[in-house]
């Protein structure tokens, strides 16, 4: 079962894989948005160890042609969701993972500051599969019930804090279906 480990910014009930890539939120910055990416490695391939080496800074750059050009950056997200659905965390929430960029949402400039990272297994243009909309939903409820600057946390894409620069979670990511997921478990039992 999937729960914030009291005072810790992680959850139990996921394999953790800790990034060295992140720092300090700013002063009076607690997370209050949610940005949903795509990420695959090597590009169109899944199930592999590359996003957590991506993470970690273990990436071989000999591996795979690819990798030669992202090898070096230093980058991360909080969760990761695998294709299977498959959750990871890397980075304790309260703390600003690197994964946004140079971004804005809303006239706020560099959303790393105050937004939590979610990935997903998955290119622009393939079909997410449904077991990764139902982690995600649980995992955006389990957000938003433990943690009082998420309780009400848009959710958006890459693409809309990083226009022009950024295209994922990409046309194949239906807003719908997580839409529709997140009010029935909204919904009173």
Known sequence: MLRLIANSGWLSGVRHVRSPNYDERPLECSPDLIIVHGISLPPCEFGGPGIDQLFTNCLNPDEHPYYAEIAALQVS??????????LVQYVDIFKRAWHAGQSSYKERERCNDFAIGIELEGTDDLAYEAVQY???????QILRNSVTTLEVAPVVGHSDVAPGRKT???PAFSWTMLERLLVVKNLPY
Request: glycine residues 10%; negative net charge.
């Open 168 to 170: 994922d979670p990409g």
């Open 134 to 140: 139902e982690t995600l939903a649980q995992l955006v």
């Open 77 to 86: 997200s909080h969760f990761l969701i695998r294709r299977d659905g498959e």
